[in-house]
């Protein structure tokens, strides 16, 4: 039963966010400092996300060698200042990880 | 394939100013054939990026039986909130078995980008319809958005460009479903070594490099991105919240000194 709540209740949270100014207010109305602090949600939230699956994918924070992901995120990341595209984004990173674990071994 | 990459979000001061103007409704009658053509156009836009669906999707779908949840209420959390980070922290905190206000509260940081989203496309959708709306409000993801605000700012599709909006949404939605299915069902039998896991980080990171434009947002980013490993001892992921906080702090600071 607790299970049920949940996932009815992220669907209500994801698309009561989703549906927020789409679906039921005008942005415009809103105050200037709510909208400033709206435009850095990506940037931020997506960071919170990114930096620790690079830098410390197994819970504590790994710099070395033994860490082949943040080497990888590095090669993704200069793929993705060249191009837009997510595929050749994905594909750099995975190569990388994967010939990476590969010398490992 | 370039041409068809997701574009930019939009500036950062692009919310900060009065949004643009709503587009003019359709002047002609509907014509079903340029519908469909914008419909099959957002489709095939989006190809290059179900790549990095489907493997996300069959992340989430191993994650949610393994956070001990049946293969049919994975897909129905799926179903529900269509949104790969949302179901994943929900797995995550449904597996430490965490209070559900906890969960949802969690769920609501990482769904918090879509409010941006949402204020940055209303004005391109507002002459629809709340029929036409709440569809594509449910439909819209991290790429829908870029992929959407891109349609619109190239001046293509006319006053057709909804359905080019819902040939995406449509497309990654299916692409998706059956992706955290397979996961769901087939589950755990992908070798840990594939690291088939770490195409969700660089999901988001092909999203987060092309979101920092401005110093201001990679002012946002780094605290974020240092908040989340320093706070990383915190209980039910308040790490990402604690970091997205911090992280917008910074953001809205490095703007108003600039400004002065």
Redesign the interface.
């Known amino acids: 039963m ?10 209500v ?3 009561l ?7 039921f207010a ?3 109305r ?1 105050p ?2 709510m ?22 994918p197994s ?1 504590a ?1 790994d710099l070395g060698l033994g860490n082949p ?1 943040w080497i ?2 590095l090669a ?2 200069a793929i ?2 060249r ?5 050749a ?3 750099a ?2 190569a990388t ?2 010939a990476l ?1 590969g010398l490992a071994r | ?2 041409a068809n ?5 939009p500036r ?5 100013r ?2 643009p103007l709503a587009d003019r409704p359709p002047v002609s009658p509907h014509s079903a054939a340029s519908a469909r053509r914008e419909f099959l156009a957002g489709s095939r836009a989006v190809a ?2 179900l ?2 669906t489907v493997p996300f999707g069959f992340v989430a779908g191993v994650a949610a039986v393994g956070a001990g ?1 049946t293969p049919v ?1 994975g897909i ?2 799926s ?5 790969g ?3 994943l922290v ?1 797995a995550q905190l ?1 597996a430490a078995g965490s209070p ?1 206000v906890v ?2 509260a969690a ?13 940055a ?3 391109y ?2 002459s629809l319809p ?1 029929r036409w ?2 569809p ?3 439909l ?1 993801t991290d ?1 829908g958005f870029a992929m959407g605000v891109q349609r619109y700012a190239d001046g293509e599709g006319g006053g057709m460009r909804h359905w080019h909006v819902l040939g995406v949404g449509v497309t990654l939605w299916i692409t998706w479903q059956a992706s955290v299915a397979a996961g769901a069902l087939a589950g755990a039998q992908v070798p840990a ?1 594939w ?1 088939l896991d ?15 434009r401005s110093r ?3 002012a ?10 320093l706070a ?1 001892g915190l209980p039910y992921r308040l ?2 919240v604690v ?6 702090a ?3 600071l490095v ?1 108003w000194r600039h400004r002065r």
Do not use: C
């Open positions: 607790t299970e049920w709540i949940v996932i009815v209740g992220t669907g949270v994801t698309f966010t989703r549906a927020s100014f789409i679906v005008d942005p415009r809103f200037h400092g909208r400033v602090a709206l435009a850095f949600v990506p940037a931020a939230v997506l960071a919170a996300i990114v930096v620790p699956g690079l830098v410390s819970g924070i992901r990888a995120g993704a990341i993705a200042l191009v837009r595209n997510p595929l984004i994905i594909v990173g995975m990880l994967w674990q | 394939m370039v990459a997701p574009g930019p979000p950062s001061d692009t919310l900060a009065s949004a290059p990026v790549v990095g949840l209420q129905a959390l179903v529900f909130a269509f949104s980070i949302a179901q929900v449904v559900v969960t949802l769920a609501l940081v990482v769904s918090l980008r879509f409010l941006m989203y949402s204020a496309l209303s004005p959708l507002a709340v709306r709440a594509l409000a449910y819209m790429q070594a690291s770490f195409v969700v980080t660089l999901s988001f990171l092909a999203l987060l490099v092309p979101a920092i201001a947002d990679l946002a980013a780094t605290v974020a991105g240092a908040v989340v490993l990383a790490a990402l970091a997205s906080l911090a992280g917008i910074a953001g809205v703007e």
